[in-house]
């Protein structure tokens, strides 16, 4: 078997980042016009000036790469949103009541499936829920009239 860690024992780094060796490539190939000593902020600065220079020059046959690369680099990607979705809903039905009105809503067209199935699914965790709660308040009065039984 081999050693063990320890303060003693450390194995070797397995090697720089990706980051860092593309930065030094970069630093390297001398077209940033770069001094040797230059930092790797300097060189990703330099970098991201280049390819900013190509995606604003919209003559550039890489000018929309380059657009898209600085977007997906510098602004996370927006997540969609769903619009509300206006189904018949009622506290006092049944859960089956409003499933059934969750589909007959989907089969209308009045929501689409993909909203359905995310209604019905939100249903059935709240139902989960409701259970749980239920399950703890019965535990919990069980108890109660366990320790009056002792008492008594």
Known sequence: MGKKFSPDYQPAKRGQD?????????????????PEDASNSEVERAWFAKIAAVALDDDHKDSGMCKQALLDRGWAKA???SNPTPFDFSKE??????????????SDGAISIEDAGKLLAALKDML?????????????????????????
Request: a negative charge.
């Open 128 to 152: 989960l829920i409701n259970e749980q709660t239920d399950i703890i308040e019965r535990f919990e009065k069980m108890a109660a009239d366990i320790e009056k039984l002792k008492k008594s």
């Open 79 to 81: 997540k969609p949103e």
């Open 18 to 34: 990706k980051r860092t060796l593309i930065l030094e490539a970069l630093k390297q190939s001398g077209r940033l016009e770069l």
């Open 93 to 106: 039905a049944t859960p089956t009541e409003n499933a059934n009105n969750i589909l007959e809503s989907a």
